[in-house]
Nanobody, 121 residues
Framework: QVQLVESGGGLVQAGGSLKLSCAAS????????MAWFRQAPGKQRELVAF???????NYADSVKGRFTISRDNSKNTVYLQMTSLKPEDTAVYYC???????????????WGQGTPVTVSS
């Protein structure tokens, strides 16, 4: 079973930066897409950024030019570098990975536990 552990959230002033990390643990799996979502209080969870197995990236319009998603396949880890943070970026951030269990040939879709990011004005 794939488990995701996130780190890097916290409190930062507007204009500041944070870097989130999410590492997958387990064995016998290959990961395809990796993504970051966020959910602000009273709002639906939304996609922030996505990176494919080949390294192609997509971003929500609200974070383009400020956030950068990257991955280290040797560590089964995805990162989200966030710069020029705004109060409206305040949310719980969740990582997501999908892939294949090599032993069972079943696909998986795993989520992290969420890490809070608070941007003060």
């Amino acid at each position: 079973q794939v488990q995701l552990v996130e780190s890097g959230g916290g409190l930062v002033q507007a204009g500041g930066s944070l870097k989130l990390s999410c590492a997958a643990s387990g064995s016998g799996f290959s990961i395809n897409g990796m993504a970051w979502f966020r959910q602000a209080p009273g709002k639906q969870r939304e996609l922030v950024a996505f990176i494919s197995s080949g390294g192609s990236t997509n971003y929500a319009d609200s974070v383009k030019g400020r956030f950068t998603i990257s991955r280290d396949n040797s560590k089964n880890t995805v990162y989200l570098q966030m710069t020029s943070l705004k109060p409206e970026d305040t949310a719980v951030y969740y990582c997501n990975m999908n892939g294949l269990n090599r032993y069972t040939f079943k696909t998986f879709d795993a989520w992290g536990q969420g890490t809070p990011v608070t941007v003060s004005s």
